[in-house]
DNA sequence: CGGGTTTGACCAGCGC
DNA sequence: GCGCTGGTCAAACCCG
């Protein structure tokens, strides 16, 4: 395993004006801790909003590949060393996890090609990494280890380890490209990442400086 | 000592 | 009905 220390990092990302679902949120994955779980990476989270996920989710919104990674303007810091980059991808086929599989819930107004889906909210992507955890901010609990019969790959089965949330993501290594990293999500998370960073934007007209994040840290309830 | 990982066993769904 | 496969459970183990 490459055990490159470093720590798990989500940085929040204020969305851009007109982009409703809020989700372009960048995540940068600095290593893997050498034990697994604790924190996967990733962020592509589960969308707040399954209904624009499905119809909508352009997963170029929330990867970036080095020449995005590169260009990503606010989130300074982000790619420390070029080395762990991950280069998020829709997934190719279905089986395991179509391209995107999108989201469930509610959504699905091509659900028309899709007899049934499962209530929750369900994406896969792929991700070019040399580690198979990626942080997404949220803290993951491993309960299983699975080799399946497609991949030579064993699938590995996390579970958010927040009481109450439940929230799982199966994560393997792509058969024809084991580059690449297969992570699916399913579920949504009922609460805040624990290690989202808030951070300050500022308006170019005005001057002000106003939080970004998922939750405005003064607005916790 | 508590929390997380490992790993074999068990169970349910599905195809033949 | 049977076998295969994927997903989950749970006990043992490991680590901070």
New binding site residues.
């Given amino acids: 395993m490459a055990a490159v220390g470093a720590h798990p990092v989500l940085y929040h990302h204020p969305a851009p004006a007109g982009d409703a679902s809020s989700m372009s949120s960048y995540f940068s994955h600095g290593g893997s ?6 924190a996967s990476s990733f962020t592509a989270a589960l969308a707040p909003t399954t209904t624009a996920l499905a119809e909508h989710f352009d997963i170029s919104e929330f990867l970036f590949d080095d020449a995005a990674g590169a260009g990503v303007a606010g989130a300074p810091g982000v790619f420390a060393d070029g080395a762990a980059r991950p280069v998020v991808l829709p997934v190719p086929d279905a089986a ?1 996890g179509g391209a995107i599989i999108g989201a469930a819930a509610g959504g699905a107004a091509a659900a028309s090609e899709v007899p049934e889906r499962p209530r929750t909210t369900r994406i896969a992507f792929r991700t070019r990494s040399e580690i198979e ?1 990626l942080d997404d901010g949220y ?13 030579p790959n064993p ?5 958010c ?1 927040t009481e109450g949330c439940n929230v ?1 993501k ?1 994560v393997e290594r792509d058969k024809d490209d084991p580059s690449y990293v297969v992570t ?1 999500y ?1 579920g949504m998370h009922n609460h805040v990442s624990p290690s989202t960073v808030y951070y300050a934007s500022q308006d170019a007209a005005s001057g002000r400086f106003f939080v970004a994040g998922t939750q405005p840290p003064g607005s916790l309830n």
Wanted: overall charge positive.
């Fill in positions: 801790s050498t034990t697994s779980s604790s395991g955890i803290k993951w609990r491993k309960y299983g280890k699975k080799s399946v019969k497609n991949s699938r590995n089965y996390y579970r380890s799982k199966r699916t399913e």
